[in-house]
């Protein structure tokens, strides 16, 4: 059974920085391309940012470029997510999630397994 489970999220003053985690069983988590969503109340889930498996390049949203970093502990089975200077418009559930394709997908429909989702709030 493949489980993605994040954690990380919380509450943070603008400005601030979070790192998430996001660490899979069930599969060799460099196999896959895994990406991070967000989804705000009232929003449709974005796309973050997404790598290829065996860090087979990387794409960003615009919104997070300069701020936001992907990163891959394989020995650990992990994936992080980095967020500097964050803003209010930030706040959302993260969502990491996997699939087993080539590419780089920032769909989030195109992904074949989910974590539950943390929690971001960033105050003004």
Not at 35 to 47: D, H, L, S
Not at 69 to 80: L, Q
Not at 98 to 112: E, F, K, T, V
């Amino acid at each position: 059974e493949v489980q993605l489970v994040e954690s990380g999220g919380g509450l943070v003053q603008a400005g601030g920085s979070l790192r998430l985690s996001c660490a899979a069983s069930g599969i060799t988590f460099d196999n896959y391309a895994v990406g991070w969503f967000r989804q705000a109340p009232g929003n449709k889930r974005e796309g973050v940012l997404c790598v290829g498996r065996n860090n087979g390049g990387t794409w960003i949203a615009d919104s997070v470029k300069g701020r936001f970093t992907i990163s891959r502990d394989n020995a650990k089975n992990t994936v992080y997510l980095q967020m500097n200077s964050l803003k209010p418009e930030d706040t959302a559930v993260y969502y990491c999630a996997a699939r087993n394709s080539p590419g780089i997908i920032s769909l989030w429909d195109q992904y074949d397994y989910w974590g539950q989702g943390t929690q971001v709030t960033v105050s003004s």
